[in-house]
């Protein structure tokens, strides 16, 4: 995800906003998931349920929590193999779609979407479950413009299996997918245009059925006033976040400076945790570097 100021109509598909609000149109939202989906995967999505911006809370006050940004849901039939300790008896495949604009290829995205596959299956069990059958197929697909990996894939499909016995079906029914917007080896042309579409979504980039029936959604979308009006509202969103991002670094390395000098009373602790000011929060954390101890650090504040 990304903060960005560009103008509403040189956003692209790939681009968190425009993404989200061709997902969730009521209009085209299904159609675009679809044929997104059908396109990168290389096979046909069935009908689907399309939810954005799905907000996972932690699992505890100081933990960490995620904001998906678009799943769809597609049922399927119910399978079960003879001999499969693990198959979907859910009867559903999620799809969670992520648009990442990366600062530089090296982010640990594949432990970033470790952490948010355990939220994601977490959220779907109940208290006192105990079948794990039930856990749906989730496949996680990151589409970026940078090489996550610096082989020139357009895809990058990862899957959990046994490196002992070859043929044996590892049925946790987890997929991630890593889709490079610029690769130029495996996939298909349609998947090769699509990617290109999605990093550049102008129309000359539209060569295909698929992207220019995606370039008309998303020229449908982008003139909607509704949509123009919520784009000032995201860009307010997403500043708030990016500074709240920058403030929690700063507390964070005040921690990590005091880390050794003392024990840190919870009057100081909480102190920290709470301020919201980022000028003081940078003075701290000059201050909990020079500082020699957690006691002085604590007078100065």
Not at 73 to 94: C, D, F, H, Q, S
Request: glycine share 6%.
């Amino acid at each position: 995800m990304s903060y960005t100021k560009k103008k509403l109509e040189d956003l692209n598909v790939i681009d968190d906003f425009l993404m989200n609000r061709l997902a969730s149109d009521t209009a085209v939202g299904e159609e675009f998931c679809r044929l997104l989906l059908s396109t990168l995967l290389q096979r046909e999505i069935g009908k689907v349920k399309v939810t954005v911006q799905k907000v996972i809370p932690p699992l505890a006050p100081d933990r960490k929590g995620i904001r998906m940004d678009v799943r769809v849901e597609e049922p399927t039939n119910i399978r079960e193999k003879a001999g499969a300790a693990a198959m979907n008896l859910n009867g559903m495949n999620v799809y969670d779609i992520e648009p990442h604009l990366l600062k530089s290829a090296d982010t640990g995205l594949p432990r970033h979407n470790r952490f948010y596959q355990a939220l994601t299956d977490a959220s779907r069990m109940k208290s006192g479950q105990r079948d794990y059958r039930a856990l749906p197929d989730l496949y996680v697909l990151t589409i970026l413009d940078k090489d996550p990996f610096g082989y020139d894939y357009m895809a990058y499909s990862i899957r959990n299996k046994c490196e002992e016995i070859e043929e044996l079906e590892y049925g946790d029914g987890l997929r991630f997918y890593y889709f490079y917007t610029k690769g130029r080896l495996g996939g298909n042309e349609g998947m090769k245009t699509m990617l290109r579409y999605i990093g550049d979504s102008r129309k000359e980039n539209a060569l295909d059925e698929a992207t220019k029936k995606l370039h008309m959604f998303a020229e449908s979308v982008k003139i909607q006033p509704e949509v123009r009006e919520s784009y000032m509202l995201w860009e307010d969103y997403e500043e708030m976040m990016r500074e709240a991002g920058e403030m929690n670094a700063r507390i964070e390395t005040v921690f990590d400076f005091l880390q050794g000098k003392g024990e840190i009373p919870q009057t100081v602790t909480e102190r920290i945790k709470t301020e919201t000011n980022p000028q003081i929060l940078r003075k701290w954390v000059m201050l909990a570097a020079k500082a020699d101890s957690v006691a002085d650090f604590a007078t100065k504040i």
